[in-house]
């Protein structure tokens, strides 16, 4: 192994460091090197100014607490892990394909599509956060999950290779992307042909919604369609969850 791969092969997943010497101002497409991943530069034209400034901090803070992200993220009481079967149901998740979990947060979905994809498939847990990433690889570690890699993305770029995933899922993130035209490109490039985008997000409907979802998340459900499908994106359609009262999902395809 190079002296290049040496340190991220023993950390699990790339430092904030190590990505931000490598990826500046440009956006990274990666390759993969001993299971760990690695950033190489490739221009792409970014966006100025950020959809919603700041709304990450909290995550990027190294001081993060995950356990209080625990006790909010895997709790029955929130829809969207109320309804993880039948969220991972209408993924259409199969034996043997790559997905990406970007946002994964505290990994209870990327624990699911590991079981789902099988021994033969990979999942790529993606997160801004390196408190999140330690988390996910230190639990895959203690469940002797042998098919996960945590990925440290930027606000600009989910850092995965092209033309590598089947399918990729965001749940309760897309909001989150500050310059989600970036983003976007990153993922339909990351994306094999016929791969599969999954959203999951808060229905923001003003008079209806509650506050703390009127003033966090940036545009209702439509806007962000047309954001995907502005990319290239073709929309499929949208599954009822049963479970669901705020959140809703929404399924595309790259052609």
């Not at 010497?21 to 490739?42: E, K, M, P, Y």
């Not at 400034?53 to 356990?67: E, K, M, Q, T």
């Not at 895959?140 to 098919?147: G, Y």
């Amino acid at each position: 192994m190079s002296k290049a791969c040496a340190s991220p092969v023993r950390s699990g997943y790339l430092t904030r460091q190590f990505v931000a010497r490598h990826i500046c101002t440009v956006a990274a497409t990666l390759v993969l090197c001993g299971g760990s991943v690695f950033a190489q530069d490739t221009a792409v034209a970014e966006p100025k100014q950020s959809a919603s400034p700041g709304i990450n901090d909290r995550f990027v803070d190294p001081a993060l607490d995950v356990s209080e992200w625990l006790e909010r993220f895997e709790i029955e009481s929130r829809e969207v892990y109320a309804a993880r079967e039948k969220v991972l149901e209408a993924c259409e998740i199969k034996p043997g394909e790559s997905v990406a979990d970007v946002g994964a947060g505290t990994g209870f979905y990327s624990r699911l599509f590991a079981s789902a994809v099988g021994p033969d498939g990979w999942v790529f847990s993606v997160d801004i956060s390196p408190r999140f990433l330690e988390h996910i690889t230190t639990r895959a570690r203690e469940d002797n999950v042998h098919n996960l890699t945590a990925v440290l993305c930027s606000d600009r770029s989910v850092n995965l290779p092209p033309r590598s995933i089947n399918a990729v899922f965001i749940c309760d993130t897309y909001h989150h992307f500050e310059f989600p035209q970036s983003t976007l490109e990153s993922i339909y490039k990351a994306l094999k042909p016929g791969g599969r985008l999954i959203i999951v997000d808060f229905n923001r409907i003003p008079g209806k919604s509650r506050e703390f979802i009127l003033g966090h998340v940036r545009a209702g459900k439509d806007q962000f369609r047309k954001e995907v499908e502005d990319v290239g994106f073709k929309f499929v359609d949208e599954v009822e969850v049963p479970k669901f009262e705020e959140n809703y999902l929404l399924r595309f395809r790259k052609e």
